[in-house]
């Protein structure tokens, strides 16, 4: 059944015409350190996951505790996409 799916869907779609566009968001949904690791090495080795992390950024009230996180909210995602670095 799967294949006489397939076959159907590669029928009527010519690959090589079809463009498509994407955006990550993880790191901006999902916090780990190997997606964000600046917003964790400051509370590692504490920190191997979002809720460790969490609990570690809120007990830093000298450092804005949780509040670190709303800065990187405003930032990671931006108005123009041609700021970005390219890779």
């Known amino acids: 059944m799967g294949a006489r799916i397939f076959a159907r869907f590669t029928q009527y779609t010519d690959h090589r015409q079809w463009q498509?566009?994407?955006v990550n968001l993880g790191g901006w949904f999902v916090l780990?350190?190997?997606?964000t690791p600046?917003?964790?090495q400051k509370y590692q080795p504490a920190a191997v996951d979002e809720w460790t992390f969490s609990v570690a950024m809120a007990a830093d009230t000298a450092n804005g505790g949780?509040?670190?996180l709303e800065e990187h909210y405003k930032t990671f995602i931006v108005s123009n996409p041609k700021?970005?670095?390219v890779l």
């Open 66 to 68: 949780l509040s670190q």
């Open 20 to 22: 498509t566009s994407s």
């Open 38 to 40: 600046a917003l964790f």
């Open 32 to 35: 780990e350190p190997f997606i």
């Open 83 to 85: 700021s970005l670095p």
